[in-house]
């Protein structure tokens, strides 16, 4: 019985081979497409996860403010509870990576009269035993001295 099966399906092929071939490059299309789909659903899914649970905060000094106050205030924040990641930025720093982004091949740009202030970034990973981190930890920012403003991107 199977080989009468296989016999008749050979036959099949050799009677009409463009449907056949049609066949076979539908399904093979088809399979194509819904691996890329599968893929692209992957790569969004990471994406979206990877900030899953994580506030960060950009804090803002007041420019000409003092070196070492804010020194001190960065050396404050390291030891902060859930911190994931600090990023620090002097004026000249920040001038820097402003000048890079914008033009780098123009020297001097701006220098001698740097608008920019001290630059923080804060990230951190929420707990779910601590609810409201967030506002605590935008409060107490906001209330350092030397601070002009803080903004923050809410979990998603």
């Given at each position: 019985?199977?080989?009468?099966?296989?016999?008749?399906?050979?036959?099949?092929?050799?009677?009409?081979?463009?449907?056949?071939?049609?066949?076979?490059?539908?399904?093979?299309?088809?399979?194509?497409?819904?691996?890329?789909?599968?893929?692209?659903?992957?790569?969004?899914?990471?994406?979206?996860?990877?900030?899953?649970?994580?506030?960060?905060?950009?804090v803002y000094w007041r420019v000409?403010?003092?070196?070492?106050?804010?020194g001190r205030q960065w050396d404050?924040?390291?030891?902060?509870?859930?911190?994931?990641?600090?990023?620090?930025?002097?004026?000249?720093?920040?001038?820097?990576?402003?000048?890079?982004?914008?033009?780098?091949?123009?020297?001097?740009?701006?220098?001698?009269?740097?608008p920019l202030p001290y630059t923080?970034?804060?990230?951190?990973?929420?707990?779910?035993?601590?609810?409201?981190?967030?506002?605590?930890?935008?409060?107490?920012?906001?209330?350092?001295?030397?601070?002009?403003?803080?903004?923050?991107?809410?979990?998603?």
């Open positions: 019985m199977p080989g009468r099966l296989c016999w008749q399906g050979i036959r099949d092929v050799l009677r009409q081979p463009w449907s056949c071939l049609g066949t076979v490059a539908a399904v093979a299309v088809t399979v194509y497409l819904g691996g890329i789909f599968a893929l692209a659903l992957q790569a969004l899914d990471t994406e979206f996860l990877s900030d899953r649970g994580r506030i960060q905060f950009q000409g403010a003092d070196p070492e106050l804010v404050w924040m390291r030891a902060l509870p859930y911190l994931s990641d600090l990023r620090t930025f002097t004026p000249g720093q920040a001038l820097e990576v402003m000048r890079q982004s914008l033009n780098p091949k123009r020297p001097g740009w701006l220098r001698g009269k740097n923080a970034l804060l990230a951190f990973r929420l707990s779910p035993a601590d609810p409201d981190f967030a506002k605590a930890m935008l409060d107490r920012l906001e209330s350092m001295e030397g601070v002009d403003t803080v903004r923050f991107s809410p979990p998603r």
